[in-house]
């Protein structure tokens, strides 16, 4: 389970980039994005790098994903969404604080899941209610 906090100019660049996490880097999320304060965002990902950022973002999110950290920022890595993606790690300082702020943290809107949420997809030769193939590949079909 990894942290993946999104900086951005707007809101759309952040959905945008979330749907892009999803869909093309495979990432699974487990807990809807939150709001969260963009000033604080910035101070930390600039500890996290410990540089001072060229931008200041207005609009930040985090959220959790089901992939390991190691595995999130090697998919991450393959696409080139269009906002500031980091992925916290729980060694960080800020990990603790970031995620205390999720739990009170008021849920960011416009964010709807493109995956399917069924049981699976559907074997048309088989009669009956046992229709559904279950596979562990299939990951982006099965219902969490």
Excluded: C, W
Aim: charged share 25%; net charge positive; aromatic share 6%.
């Amino acid at each position: 389970m990894a942290l993946i906090l999104v900086r951005g100019e707007n809101n759309s660049k952040l959905l945008n980039a979330i749907a892009d996490m999803e869909r093309h880097g495979n990432l699974n999320l487990i807990s809807k994005p939150k709001v969260i304060d963009a000033n604080f965002a910035d101070s930390l990902v600039e500890s996290i790098l410990n540089s001072t950022l060229r931008t200041k973002s207005t609009v930040a999110t985090a959220f959790f994903v089901q992939e390991d950290t190691t595995l999130s920022i090697m998919q991450i890595k393959k696409i080139h969404p269009p906002a500031h993606v980091v992925v916290v790690s729980d060694e960080y300082d800020g990990y603790n604080k970031l995620e205390k702020l999720l739990d009170e943290a008021p849920l960011f809107q416009g964010y709807h899941s493109h995956k399917a949420k069924n049981e699976g997809m559907i074997d048309y030769k088989i009669k009956g209610k046992d229709r559904h193939i279950k596979s562990e590949k299939l990951n982006s079909y099965l219902k969490k």
